[in-house]
């Protein structure tokens, strides 16, 4: 199973950034999907989760803010970030449950990617 994280970059602050991420490899089903964050010097914190039926919560801190949402057909999801503050400036993390054709249940994280909130 691979994931891949994409869109991230540079925005000012107040800005917007859609991250995707896909997940390949041969899988039954994916189930939650999420998006985590590690900014310097913090801990890795979990930012939104949604379910395999798009049941969905977030970190208080971007509720309002942030949209998970996700394609199981394409075995994809998505966050879109809107009002960005400095604040959330970090490597974001995809990572994902999903079943093997034995359905036994794997977790795996993407690589990252960089957003950055700055003027």
């Known amino acids: 199973v691979q994931v891949v994280e994409s869109g991230g970059g540079l925005v000012q602050p107040g800005g917007s950034l859609r991250l995707s991420c896909v997940v390949s490899?041969?899988?039954?089903?994916?189930?939650?999907m999420s998006w985590y964050r590690q900014g310097p010097g913090k801990q890795r914190e979990m930012v939104a989760r949604i379910s395999r039926g798009e049941n969905t919560n977030y970190r208080d801190s971007v509720k309002g803010r942030f949209t998970i949402s996700r394609d199981n057909a394409k075995n994809t999801v998505y966050l879109q970030m809107n009002s960005l503050k400095p604040e959330d400036t970090a490597v974001y993390y995809c990572?994902?449950?999903?079943?093997?054709?034995?359905?036994?249940?794997?977790?795996?994280w993407g690589q990252g990617t960089q957003v950055t909130v700055s003027s």
């Open positions: 490899g041969i899988v039954s089903s994916v189930e939650d």
């Open positions: 990572n994902v449950w999903s079943r093997d054709l034995n359905f036994k249940s794997t977790n795996n």
